[in-house]
Every structure is written in C-alpha cells, then in structure tokens.
T-cell receptor, first 114, second 114 residues
Framework: AQSVTQPDIHITVSEGASLELRCNYSYGATPYLFWYVQSPGQGLQLLLKYFSGDTLVQGIKGFEAEFKRSQSSFNLRKPSVHWSDAAEYFCAVGAKGNTGKLIFGQGTTLQVKP | DTAVSQTPKYLVTQMGNDKSIKCEQNLGHDTMYWYKQDSKKFLKIMFSYNNKELIINETVPNRFSPKSPDKAHLNLHINSLELGDSAVYFC?????????????FGSGTQLSVL
C-alpha cells in the first residue's frame, strides 16, 4: 500500500540555521512526490514536487528537496531558515490511478527560535 | 481574487444538526476535492469530482454528501452531525486528475460540533 511517513512530529530550529525535514514513502513504482506547507489558519500551498529527472528539485521560498530512491526518501531542506518559515509541513505522494488523490504524511511542525 | 474559496470559515453547531460547507474555485479547474484534517493535523481525502462526476468516494459515512452543481463548485452537506465530525475541512482543486497534479487548497472550514 502507498504510504508516507514523516518521522519528526515537531522540529525547532534557530533563525538562520539550516533545516532538513524527513520524508519516507512506500510506493510500488516511480512516485510522484510533493511537499506542501500550511501556515496557521491557512490552506496548504505547494512548495515543490518531483516526478522524474534531476533528483534535486528547487521550490519556492528557497526550499529544495532531494529524491533518493535507494532510501525511499524525499527530504526537504533549506540552508537558512527565516522566522516566517514557522508552519506545518506535509510530504505527500500522488496515488496510483487517475484520481488526483494525494496521500499525506502526518506532518512536521516547524518552530523557529529568534 | 481568492482561487479556492470556501464558506464558512468557522462553523459551530450542536450534535444532530445538518450543515453545509460551500466551495468555489475560479481557476477553471476540472477536478475538485474535499479533505478532512483531524485534530492531529492528519489530512485524508473524502471525495473528488471531475467535471461534476464523482471519482473518489472514500470510506466516509453516508451522512456526508457532496454535491457539484457545476465544475467550479463543490459543496459538502453533513446530516446528523456527531462529535467526531469536528475537524477542519479543506476544499481543493486541480487542473486534471493525474497523480502529478498540483492541488490548490482553500483556507479551510473549522467545524466544531458541541
């Protein structure tokens, strides 16, 4: 069955420090992978996505993610975190079939210390 | 203009009542979704429509009934509300229905059943 696991429920980093949010997936073929961000009281916004090609993908707001097939991972990174990055981050995989359905991980809450 | 708008933003009601949440998208997308986010922030799909046709109907109680009068609108009606229905409900849309689709989310409706 397709699934997504985000091992870290909550992460706190200092402003200006680097960030890595972990995501592992279970999928029978080449996955379609996404990272979404949810700011407090808001809907989700797409940060980046991976379908094929270069395994390092760039997104909005200075985020990037690397697809590693051997580790079934799609970790999100940012070299220098800003206070405005505090939010909930969701990794997701596109479900097989022609439905548009996304299967989400449990989410990681990012807190940024001044 | 908000791309995906849903109303109301907050809904507080008593057990046993019937309520509706409305969603509209002005992106010209063909596919619309309802997702439920529980108190642990876990997101799970409920329904999806493509050009007014129901294409996803997850294991949701019959008390929940989606309606799509046209492809720009997807409403969610809930009968006989229960305490466990308390959650944040997100509407979303996408251009197509493949596993690589970018979803655009509304800002959510926080439903509290007392």
């Amino acid at each position: 069955a397709q699934s997504v696991t985000q091992p870290d429920i909550h992460i706190t980093v200092s402003e200006g420090a680097s960030l890595e949010l972990r995501c592992n997936y279970s999928y029978g073929a080449t996955p379609y992978l996404f990272w979404y961000v949810q700011s407090p009281g808001q809907g989700l916004q797409l940060l980046l996505k991976y379908f094929s090609g270069d395994t390092l993908v760039q997104g909005i707001k200075g985020f990037e993610a690397e697809f590693k097939r051997s580790q079934s991972s799609f970790n999100l990174r940012k070299p220098s975190v800003h206070w405005s990055d505090a939010a909930e981050y969701f990794c997701a995989v596109g479900a097989k079939g022609n439905t548009g359905k996304l299967i989400f991980g449990q989410g990681t809450t990012l807190q940024v210390k001044p | 203009d908000t791309a995906v708008s849903q109303t109301p933003k907050y809904l507080v009601t008593q057990m046993g009542n019937d309520k509706s949440i409305k969603c509209e998208q002005n992106l010209g997308h063909d596919t619309m979704y309802w997702y439920k986010q529980d108190s642990k922030k876990f997101l799970k799909i409920m329904f999806s429509y493509n050009n007014k046709e129901l294409i996803i109907n997850e294991t949701v109680p019959n008390r929940f009934s989606p309606k799509s009068p046209d492809k720009a609108h997807l409403n969610l009606h809930i009968n006989s509300l229960e305490l466990g229905d308390s959650a944040v409900y997100f509407c979303a849309s996408s251009q197509g229905r493949g596993p690589n689709e970018k979803l655009f989310f509304g800002s959510g409706t926080q439903l509290s059943v007392l």
